[in-house]
């Protein structure tokens, strides 16, 4: 029997606010699951409830062969003995203990010698030595949250639990650290959860995600496949997808689908079930950019577009078009400036027929 991490659980508040969610991800090979979704969507209670910090009231959480929750039997495993790492939002270290010191916080059962052995390691796995004899106070948030997540893997937990692991850091030291944190996870081979809402960090760390609005799932299975074909308007909202607007699915021929929207048709690849209603998703990193029509493409949709506005968005640049619809694209900044993207310009948009998504309505 593989070993798996099993979550089927639901969890009341007296504001009548509830939170449910089911799930199973492998331990070995070990996962990442991302739980993703707006504030307030019940994400850090469903860590909460992993970690034993809070009671669910139905249902059962299961690791491996060892249950950690059964309402049936009253069964509640409190967090201590559940071998898990949690990582804090605000990392909560301890002001008084060198960074040596928190690593090595949760080793007391080791002795001297192992202590220092796993101490040693995390350092330096985390870039940490030079860094060893140095206090909380003394250090900068990138600095601090390599230090809370070593300390969190010290003991060789079971599962990882990582709250918002990123949010607390500047927009430079997050770009960094969130690809070392996805070598770490995959490093280390433990099975971890992660709680966030930023689309770019969901989709760098995690391998499956959960969509969570008003305590409900509304969606799981691998990221890529959420976050490129969202379930519903809804999850499509909740994952960023720029483009959602109603059409009308016009034949179906050889798997492609011919779909009125505004005045435009466009192809894309039919679901197995489609009504005539519908609406189209369409992720504004899939609609390339030309200053002319193409001679050769793969692209089944070329439109004429205008552009309506053009705002940076750091390193990228989002460029709302007319293209028949209101369809939004998102270019390089030395794209932009070859292009000379402004309002008023003509342009070409490809957009190749797997990269459209149609949510029945």
Not at 339 to 361: E, F, M, T, Y
Request: proline residues 7%.
């Amino acid at each position: 029997m593989r070993a798996e991490l099993l979550v089927q659980i639901r969890r009341r508040y007296r504001s009548g606010f509830e939170v449910a969610a089911a799930w199973h991800q492998s331990l070995d090979p070990a996962t990442v699951t991302v739980l993703f979704g707006p504030s307030g969507s019940g994400k850090t209670t469903l860590l909460r409830c992993l970690a034993g910090l809070e009671r669910p009231d139905d249902g059962r959480i299961v690791l491996g062969e060892e249950v950690w929750f059964d309402a049936a039997t009253g069964r509640h495993l409190p967090p201590q003995r559940r071998r898990i790492g949690f990582l804090f939002q605000e990392y909560a270290l301890f002001p008084h203990r060198t960074v040596a010191g928190n690593i090595a916080f949760g080793l007391a059962h080791l002795s001297r010698a192992e202590r220092r052995r796993r101490v040693a390691e995390l350092l330096a796995l985390f870039e940490l030595e030079e860094l060893a004899e140095r206090y909380p106070h003394e250090l900068s948030g990138g600095q601090q949250q390599r230090v809370a997540l070593a300390r969190a893997l010290a003991p060789h937990p079971r599962l990882l639990l990582l709250d918002e692991p990123l949010a607390a850091l500047d927009g430079p030291t997050r770009d960094g650290l969130r690809r070392k944190l996805r070598r770490w996870l995959h490093t280390l081979n433990i099975p971890a959860v992660i709680v966030t809402h930023d689309w770019l960090e969901a989709s760098t760390l995690g391998q499956q995600v959960i969509v969570l609005a008003s305590g409900r799932v509304l969606q799981q299975g691998p990221v890529e496949e959420v976050f490129s074909r969202p379930a519903s308007t809804r999850v499509a909202d909740i994952v960023g997808v720029e483009t959602v607007v109603p059409g009308e699915v016009l034949n179906i021929a050889g798997g492609l689908a011919r779909v009125a929207v505004g005045s435009a048709t466009l192809t894309a690849v039919a679901p197995s079930e489609l009504n005539g209603r519908v609406y189209v998703c369409i992720r504004a990193e899939e609609v390339t950019l030309l200053p002319a029509p193409p001679e050769a493409t793969s692209a089944r949709n070329r439109l004429r577009a205008r552009v309506v506005h053009v705002e940076p968005e750091g390193a990228l640049v989002r460029v709302e078009l007319d293209a028949g619809f209101p369809l939004v694209a998102l270019v390089t900044r030395p794209s932009c400036d070859e292009l000379q993207l402004a309002p008023g310009r003509s342009v070409w948009a490809l957009i190749k027929a797997p990269a459209i998504h149609l949510v029945p309505r």
